[in-house]
Each structure stands twice: as C-alpha cells, then as structure tokens.
C-alpha cells in the first residue's frame, strides 16, 4: 500500500539535519520506497511504497522511526522522537453508560470511550492539508481526528454518535443471514454470515468494524457526543468481508494486515487527546480495555556466521547488536557465536526466522555496501539439459528459416473463443478456463491453427500473407497436468504446393528427406479432404498440412482459402539434424530419364515413387518434374552398373503392378 | 585467309557471334588445327617448318584479333543503368520480439553458467503457491490474481491453475536436481488477470535460481548486475531496495538507472516521463526463503540460494519503447512496420 505523507508531518517526529531528497533516496535503499518527492508549498508530500509485511511503517511514526536508524547509518544527524506515552483517565461527575460486549471473543483487544460536549468544527489548516496530501477528504473535525490518528499511529479507529445508538451498548457478533447495513457511504450492503457487525444491543447492526460504518449510527453537525472506539477483529475476515462487499477503505487495507495491539493503544489515546484539543471534548466515560492477547517476549537467535553466510561479510557483534537496538531489537543473550534479540511487539508479525534479522542488518548496513560476485562455475553432465538446449538452438534456427523464406511469426494468446474453438474441433474437449476474463480466452489451443486462421482475418488486407507460430498446445490427460506439446503451425494465403515446398526445404535443411513421407487426407476436419496429407517421419506421425477447410474459411469471412499445416515440434527437432555424414559420391554420372504419367485418383506419387524405389534399388531419388492438369512428370536419377537405362523396366511395372497410363518416357538430358 | 578470317571476326557484333567463330577457327576440329593436320602430308622438313611457323603466327594473329574484339564488343555492352536503382524486391518476414529477447537473456545468463529449462504453464497450485509459502489460506495467493482452469486436481498438488510466474518451477527444479548445485534460467509463458496498455492476461517470465553452499547476497548482485551490463549496456547501474515477497527472504527490488535519461532524469524534451527519479523498476529478487527450500527437499543448513523473477516484456519495453503492450499479441502485423 501507498501512504502519502508531509515532510512537515514527519518532522514533529523526527529530527534530523537530512534534506527530504536526501531523506527520499536513503530510504528507498534501506527502508520503504520513496516513489515521488514533490513540493507543497514550502512544505514536501512523500509518497511511500510500505510492503504488506510493514503495516508498523505505514504511518508518519512508523517512517519516521525507520528514517531515524537509516539517516543515521548514513552519516546524518537523526533523532526519532516518540509519542509520548499518555494515560486519560476519566475524572467527570455524571458518568455516561457504556458497555461493550464480545462474547465470541472476535477481537484482540477492544479500546472504548464516550466523549461529551464536542464541538463540531472544521479542522485547523494544517489537518486538512495533511489530511488532503494524504488523499483523504477532510470532514469535520471529528471525522478528521480518526483519519488523522490512523495516518501518524498507524492504527484505524471509529467514532460513533453516542445519541444515535440510544442503548450506550456495543455488541460484536456474527452476522445473520438477511440482514443489512447502509454503510457510511449510502450504500446497502447484505450481509454474509461470517461478516463480523456490531449491533447496539437491540439487534439493529450499526457497523462494520475494521472496514465501514453505518449511516444510521454515524457522527454529524448536530453530534453532542462520541464513543471512540478501536477494536481489532481477524485480519482474514477483514480481508474477506472488505472483499466480498468490495469496501476497499484505507482502515480495511491497515486491518487486514494486522496491527499490534500496542499501536493500538497508543493510536487511542491519541485519539482521546486530539478530541481534546480540536473538539473541546470531554472524557465521559471510564475507559474500556478488553485485551485478550497475552504480552510475551519473542526471542530469535542467530549466529554471526550466519550473517556472513548471507552478506559474504565478516560484521562485528558491536556492529549486528547497534543496528538492530536501533530498529528496536535488544540483544537478550549472547554465547560464543549466538545472539539472541527480543522482537519489538509492532514486528512480532514479521519477525520469525534469522533470515528476517539478516535482511534488517543487511538493509541497514546498505545493500550497496555489499559486493558484486558472479556465482561460482558449476557444470554437472545431465542429457536432459542437452537434449533441451537442443532442442532451443533447433527452434532458433527453424525461426530464421521461416522468417528468411517471408513467413512472419506471431504469439497468440494461449486461449481461443468457444466459437474458434468449435471451427478447430479436436477429438478431445479442451481444457477450459474457470474464470475466464473474456469470451476471447476460454478455450486452451488444441491447435495453434485456429489462432492463425484468426490472424489471417485480421491481417486479410495484407497481400500474401505468410505467417507461423512455435507454442504449446495442451491435450488433456488423465489424472495428470494436459501434456503441452511444443508445436510449430505456418499459414500461408499462397498456393498448398508452396507451402508444402517450405516444409519441403525445412526437412531438407535438416537432412529428414529420406524419412519424411506423406499420406493423403488427413483425421482433422479443418483441413480440405480434397487437397491435404498427414506427415510421417520415420512412419511416426509428424503433422498435417493442407488447404483450409473452405466452410471454415467462409465462416471466418476470409476471401481466398490459405493453406496451412501443423508439426509436432518435439519430434521434428529429435530428428532434425544441421550435419549429416558426407558420404563418398560416385564417379559415375547417374541416368537421368524422365516418365510422364496420368494421375489415376488413386495411387499417390508418394506411394508410386515409394515402389519404384524399393523395387528398383539403382534409382537414387525421383522428383517432379512438372505437372500438367493430371499429367505429372518424374525425374528419375539412377546408378545402374553398365549405365544402362530402366526406364523401360520401370514403365512396364508401373503400367502392370499400377495400371498406370504411362504418357511418355525419354531420355531426361534431352530436355 | 588469316585477314578474311580477322575480318570476319571484326564483323562479329556479339560474344555468343565470337564464341561461335572461336569454335570455327580455334577448336579442336576448327580451321588453324586442319592446316596443322595438312602438315602431316608434307614431306620437305624445311618447307614443313616454315609452313608450320606461318600457320602459327596467322593463329596468334587471330587470337589477338579475337580477343581485342571481345574487349571492343564488351565496351559496346557495358551497363548504362543506374546502379543506385533500389534491388529487386525479395520479401522476407520477422521473427517475433519476445523469441528475439528470449534468446538475447538466454545466451546471457549461458555465459555465466546458467541453462535455460521449461516447466508446465498449466501447473497444480502446490508448485505455484504452497511451495513457495504461500499456503492456501494466505492472502498474498490473492494478490496475483490468477485463472484455474477445470483440469482434474490432484489429490497431492491441488487443483490446477495457470502459472502465474516462473517460481513454479523453482522446487520442480530443485527436485530434478536432487542436491546438485542449481543454476536455472526459467522461461515461460504466464498468467494472470490484468489486461491494460501495460499488462496483458498472458505474458513472460524469466526466472534466476542459483542453490549452492555459500551462495550470498552478493552473487545475486553479480548475476544481475551482469545481466543488466549485457542487455541494456555497460553505462547501465543497478540498485537493490528492501521488499517483501512470500518465498524469498531477505527480499528485494532491483532497479536499473533509467535506459532513457540515464538516470540524469532529463532528456532534451525536458524532465524525463519513462523514470521514477531516474530509476527504473526491473523485477523482484532474493534469497531463497528457507520453507522453500524445505519444500524442495534441500536441507536449508546447508544450502543458501538466490532467486529473481523479471518480465520479458518489461526489459523489452525498458530497451526499446513500445506503447501499448496489446499489440505484442494482436495477431496484427503492424508490430513489424
């Protein structure tokens, strides 16, 4: 939480010959943050950073006694001058009745007191300043006491109009289920059961401790008198209430992060005093006190051994012991190596572990004090590591390629609409956000091609539009996290045979041709079943490319229909290699003959050229050539032992093992 | 002949024209080699001899003539274009700005020792919270404002949400190495709910864990500080401030000096807008805090670690400006314009 505070305020408490920059920077080094320093008149607001563990410095006493040790460390003159300890007691003829009931024992500790004859009044110029600076409206002077207290103590109080609660009766208890409160804001609130209220002793609910007051009970113009009124209920059902009701008061963020009863007291008698001198009050009431913590003295031990473990630095104990007195940590005992401090009751909280006691003489003594060491070398041989690294280095290089060749990459959320979702169906139901923040992120990506596709439309104005993505898609598994499979998609608003060349050339740069082998159609029903193919690698299954299913398109609203194609990634990297063995090449020019032949819709060239070269062990590789409508050309390379030609062998399997119709065959260094 | 022939050549306009009379007059079966054969039916060694010089020096003749009219037809064919005309346009694309600073913190943290790992996005809350000493009940669980997602829980590990930073994978990594000296670099996708120009509910991490005997303060002061030399340049400086955080103690924030002023707090438009008092806010670190270490199964007597958690696209934005976050993950190409 944020506190902002006058550099004028903070002086009543703190004397010192630092200047607010000065005092701005070393605080943020060793203390709470300082995130701006501006002026105010002549005067400066600070406004403070306090971490959740320190709700003991979110208050003008809390910095000033942290900036007080820290100044000092830093060669300024720094004194923290306390509030000093004041007992009211109630003196008064006529007593007002109050009684102040907890009989679940809700709260810690309990602070009441009626106050008479108060003169409601605007506040002096210098508490509404104060106040403003803070970010707090100034009110009546009576109102203003409380907010006032809450920001130098550091502790949340209450003031009620003691005539409006008629009974003197302050009752703590659990809520019940249909009742209600308007809370000071004018807002009605219905409240849970495990709210906390107060009631007045009739069952009417006048209060939402630690958070809000209510409207029926709260203080005005007309107030006569005043119950002042501190109690301390469970930081979780502050947090919890303040939550539900979405009440997010500063007195709710300073409850929630649980106080110590001993601010508490001190914030009340302040309270009491400030009534006094702005409100012309009077103390009507004996004070009530109900405390139900136990006072103990927390002791924590450390070696010194410890510190220099932690800082790489030999400290002395008269060192350790005089920071930590001045943050309020008495040195208690002390043997050989061992120090043992008491904890002061306002860190009791925070305090628990030696390492807590470290980080404060570390602060101290200045982070910027301690040296600069790159961590020792260590290298443990470990083949995950390397098959990981690996597997980086290949999807840097992948990327290039792709980026090299035109293709642009994106990063898609994680999570796609349910109605994306529904176009790029899987067999299986995605995993699903709970507590979706948009109808845009539901759906965790069972295909990264549903992201593209949507890209595409974004990006349809753009001509030619090559892009790809390399994420995790996530397949749900039984009785255990979904697997989140690294996955590499392209999109292309290009031809399908163009793609399927980039995918082509990518097997080739990592030597996977021989493996690699396509099959037509594919199990997806966002591919095209006319023009697609599944990719096996080593007959393991790699991927899918083809042309997007032309109704998906429609629905998308895109135009023309790209082409498209998914890999798993983890494969295609455990096979992808950037060297292979260079084998020794023949001498012997190979023959080179090409055959046309007329695509019957039934064997695939993948099956053909697959035949032809188990069947046929001389012929090295066969590519295309051409194509013409149905009439595809192939370019058959072979090494044949008296360099004869097999094309004439080759023809003859293929027209009767395929009944293929062979077009033309010939010589292919004629062409 | 040998002057018909260097006419002949004088006439020719062009070098497929020469390369076909070079062919005709020069080759293996052109003129100059079939009067050398001719010479063989000559008996007369004298004759022979001189028939043999002049048909050489007619050669040479030719040759000259050939190649002054290969020099003359190549002056005729020399370029008159403008050489400052812009190249033929070959389109290429771009490689996104997150795999680019990815790889940049990866290869630094790799020359001080640290390799990169990858742990699950989609994690049960045990590794995103209760291990690191936030149990269930602890607010500070509230504060990161994460997604669940309707995964099978276990009965271990707890339900399954989204990872809400990289400290997920501290004790999984700690796990893996089972007492061996830790130096991870964790990168990963992450989650929360905070979607404005300056967050979006899915973004990156990177996260530092170093576990040894006496690791201290100052090796994370080290790792960072070379970090900050390495990416953002050598006139860079960084700051460490107290903080707090559930899972490291003592705890800090580290600051660099501000990447657009310097640190100085003014730039040549005035008081600089990008710092806070010319520093600028890179992420939060500290000693690893012992129950997480516990959690771990690392015996925190022993052992001492460090850890810090930074945003990829913080330094990213921290180097090189970019004004609305969103649109790192539009989908919209105009990030490359």
């Given at each position: 939480m944020n506190i902002r505070i006058l550099d004028s305020w903070l002086r009543e408490y703190l004397k010192t010959d630092a200047k607010p920059?000065?005092?701005?920077?070393?605080?943020?080094?060793?203390?709470?943050?300082?995130?701006?320093?501006?002026?105010?008149?002549?005067?400066?607001?600070?406004?403070?950073?306090?971490?959740?563990?320190?709700?003991?410095?979110?208050?003008?006493?809390?910095?000033?006694?942290?900036?007080?040790?820290?100044?000092?460390?830093?060669?300024?003159?720094?004194?923290?001058?306390?509030?000093?300890?004041?007992?009211?007691?109630?003196?008064?003829?006529?007593?007002?009745?109050?009684t102040v009931e907890d009989n679940s024992k809700l709260s810690r500790r309990i602070l009441a007191v009626v106050m008479d004859q108060v003169r409601v009044d605007r506040s002096p110029q210098y508490v509404r300043d104060r106040l403003e600076q803070a970010g707090i409206r100034s009110q009546s002077n009576l109102i203003d006491v409380t907010n006032y207290v809450m920001l130098e103590v550091g502790h949340p109080c209450h003031v009620f109009d003691y005539d409006k609660i008629k009974t003197g009766k302050l009752v703590l208890r659990q809520a019940q289920d249909k009742e209600n409160l308007v809370t000071l804001d004018g807002l009605n609130h219905a409240l849970y059961k495990d709210d906390v209220v107060i009631d007045d002793g009739t069952g009417r609910v006048i209060d939402l401790p630690g958070i809000m007051g209510g409207q029926n009970s709260m203080v005005a113009d007309d107030t006569k008198r005043i119950i002042f009124f501190i109690e301390m209920i469970n930081p979780f059902i502050i947090r919890k209430t303040s939550m539900k009701h979405g009440i997010r008061t500063l007195a709710a963020s300073y409850n929630e992060n649980e106080p110590d009863v001993q601010t508490a007291e001190l914030a009340?008698?302040?309270?009491?005093?400030?009534?006094?001198?702005?409100?012309?009050?009077?103390?009507?009431?004996?004070?009530?006190?109900?405390?139900?913590?136990?006072?103990?003295?927390?002791?924590?031990?450390?070696?010194?051994?410890?510190?220099?473990?932690?800082?790489?630095?030999?400290?002395?104990?008269?060192?350790?012991?005089s920071i930590l007195k001045a943050l309020g940590f008495n040195l208690k005992a002390k043997s050989k190596q061992t120090l043992t401090f008491s904890i002061p009751a306002y860190r009791e909280k925070d305090i628990n572990l030696k390492q807590d006691l470290i980080e404060e003489v570390a602060r101290i003594y200045g982070y910027n004090n301690l040296g600069t060491n790159l961590p020792p070398f260590v290298f443990h041989s470990d083949p995950y590591l390397r098959n990981l690294t690996e597997r980086f280095n290949k999807e840097k290089v992948i990327k290039e390629f792709l980026a090299s060749l035109g293709f642009f990459e994106l990063y898609n959320y994680s999570m796609i609409s349910e109605s994306l979702n529904q176009l790029f169906a899987t067999k299986t139901k995605p995993i699903r956000m709970l507590n979706p923040m948009s109808q845009d992120l539901v759906c965790f990506r069972q295909t990264l091609l549903a992201s593209l596709?949507?890209?595409?439309?974004?990006?349809?104005?753009?001509?030619?539009?090559?892009?790809?993505?390399?994420?995790?898609?996530?397949?749900?598994?039984?009785?255990?996290?979904?697997?989140?499979?690294?996955?590499?998609?392209?999109?292309?608003?290009?031809?399908?045979?163009?793609?399927?060349?980039?995918?082509?050339?990518?097997?080739?740069?990592?030597?996977?041709?021989?493996?690699?082998?396509?099959?037509?159609?594919?199990?997806?029903?966002?591919?095209?079943?006319?023009?697609?193919?599944?990719?096996?690698?080593?007959?393991?299954?790699?991927?899918?490319?083809?042309?997007?299913?032309?109704?998906?398109?429609?629905?998308?609203?895109?135009?023309?229909?790209?082409?498209?194609?998914?890999?798993?990634?983890?494969?295609?990297a455990k096979y992808f290699q950037f060297l292979t063995s260079i084998k020794a090449q023949s001498n012997q020019a190979p023959i080179v003959e090409d055959l046309t032949y007329q695509f019957d819709n039934k064997n695939h060239w993948q099956q053909i050229t697959t035949l032809i070269k188990r069947k046929f062990k001389a012929v090295e590789k066969i590519e295309l050539l051409d194509r013409y409508q149905q009439f595809y050309t192939m370019r058959i390379y072979s090494y044949t032992k008296d360099n004869k030609s097999i094309l004439s062998l080759i023809n003859q399997f293929l027209t009767k093992q395929l009944s293929l119709k062979i077009k033309t065959v010939k010589d292919g260094k004629n062409k | 002949m040998a002057n018909q022939i260097i006419r002949e050549i004088q006439q020719a306009k062009s070098l497929d024209d020469l390369e076909v009379l070079?062919?005709?007059?020069?080759?293996?079966?052109?003129?100059?080699?079939?009067?050398?054969?001719?010479?063989?039916?000559?008996?007369?060694?004298?004759?022979?001899?001189?028939?043999?010089?002049?048909?050489?020096?007619?050669?040479?003749?030719?040759?000259?003539?050939?190649?002054?009219?290969?020099?003359?037809?190549?002056?005729?064919?020399?370029p008159v274009t403008d050489p400052t005309l812009p190249g033929t346009k070959i389109s290429i694309g771009a490689i996104h700005p997150i795999t680019r600073t990815i790889n940049e913190i990866t290869e630094i943290f790799a020359k001080i020792g640290f390799y990169r790992v990858s742990y699950p996005e989609i994690e049960y809350e045990y590794f995103s919270f209760d291990s690191l000493n936030m149990p269930p009940s602890h607010p500070a669980r509230d504060e990161f404002e994460s997604f669940t997602v309707d995964?099978?829980?276990?009965?271990?590990?707890?339900?399954?949400?989204?990872?809400?930073?990289?400290?997920?994978?501290?004790?999984?990594?700690?796990?893996?190495?089972?007492?061996?000296?830790?130096?991870?670099?964790?990168?990963?996708?992450?989650?929360?709910?905070?979607?404005?120009?300056?967050?979006?509910?899915?973004?990156?991490?990177?996260?530092?864990?170093?576990?040894?005997?006496?690791?201290?303060?100052?090796?994370?002061?080290?790792?960072?500080?070379?970090?900050?030399?390495?990416?953002?340049?050598?006139?860079?400086?960084?700051?460490?401030?107290?903080?707090?955080?559930?899972?490291?103690?003592?705890?800090?924030?580290?600051?660099?000096?501000?990447?657009?002023?310097?640190?100085?707090?003014?730039?040549?438009?005035?008081?600089?807008?990008?710092?806070?008092?010319?520093?600028?806010?890179?992420?939060?670190?500290?000693?690893?805090?012992?129950?997480?270490?516990?959690?771990?199964k690392i015996n925190s007597q022993k052992y001492t670690g460090w850890a810090f958690g930074f945003g990829v696209e913080r330094v990213y934005m921290m180097k090189h400006q970019l004004f609305d976050l969103r649109k790192l993950f539009s989908g919209q190409l105009d990030i490359y314009q």
């Open positions: 920059d000065e005092m701005a920077s070393l605080l943020s080094l060793s203390g709470p943050s300082v995130e701006k320093l501006e002026p105010f008149g002549k005067d400066y607001a600070y406004d403070i950073e306090v971490t959740t563990n320190r709700i003991d410095s979110a208050s003008v006493i809390g910095i000033a006694r942290e900036a007080a040790v820290i100044l000092k460390q830093h060669g300024y003159q720094a004194k923290f001058l306390p509030l000093k300890k004041i007992k009211h007691v109630f003196k008064a003829k006529t007593k007002l009745r109050l009340f008698n302040r309270g009491i005093s400030l009534f006094v001198q702005l409100a012309k009050a009077k103390i009507a009431s004996p004070i009530i006190d109900i405390n139900r913590t136990v006072a103990k003295s927390k002791l924590i031990s450390i070696d010194l051994s410890d510190f220099a473990t932690y800082m790489n630095l030999d400290i002395s104990v008269a060192k350790v012991t596709a949507r890209a595409a439309v974004i990006n349809s104005q753009q001509p030619r539009l090559k892009l790809f993505e390399l994420a995790h898609v996530y397949l749900p598994r039984p009785k255990q996290l979904p697997l989140e499979r690294p996955t590499l998609s392209l999109l292309s608003s290009n031809d399908y045979f163009e793609l399927k060349g980039v995918l082509d050339s990518l097997f080739q740069m990592g030597h996977l041709t021989k493996l690699i082998s396509y099959q037509s159609g594919t199990k997806q029903a966002y591919f095209d079943p006319k023009l697609s193919a599944t990719i096996y690698l080593d007959n393991l299954y790699l991927g899918e490319i083809g042309v997007l299913n032309k109704s998906i398109a429609f629905k998308l609203g895109l135009k023309s229909v790209p082409a498209i194609a998914e890999l798993d990634f983890g494969l295609l | 070079k062919t005709k007059f020069l080759g293996k079966k052109g003129y100059f080699n079939q009067q050398l054969q001719k010479l063989k039916s000559v008996s007369d060694p004298i004759q022979k001899k001189n028939l043999g010089l002049n048909i050489n020096n007619q050669k040479q003749e030719v040759i000259r003539a050939l190649n002054s009219q290969i020099q003359a037809v190549l002056r005729q064919k020399e995964g099978e829980a276990s009965s271990t590990f707890g339900k399954m949400v989204l990872s809400p930073h990289t400290s997920s994978g501290q004790v999984r990594e700690m796990w893996r190495m089972k007492g061996k000296p830790v130096r991870m670099i964790n990168i990963a996708r992450c989650f929360r709910r905070n979607w404005d120009v300056t967050h979006t509910p899915m973004f990156h991490q990177f996260e530092g864990l170093c576990i040894d005997r006496n690791i201290n303060i100052t090796h994370l002061k080290g790792a960072i500080n070379h970090f900050a030399k390495e990416y953002f340049g050598y006139d860079v400086q960084i700051r460490l401030r107290p903080y707090h955080f559930q899972f490291t103690e003592p705890s800090f924030e580290i600051d660099t000096t501000c990447t657009i002023c310097q640190g100085t707090q003014k730039t040549k438009s005035g008081k600089c807008r990008v710092c806070k008092s010319g520093w600028l806010e890179l992420g939060g670190a500290g000693m690893v805090h012992p129950n997480v270490l516990k959690a771990g």
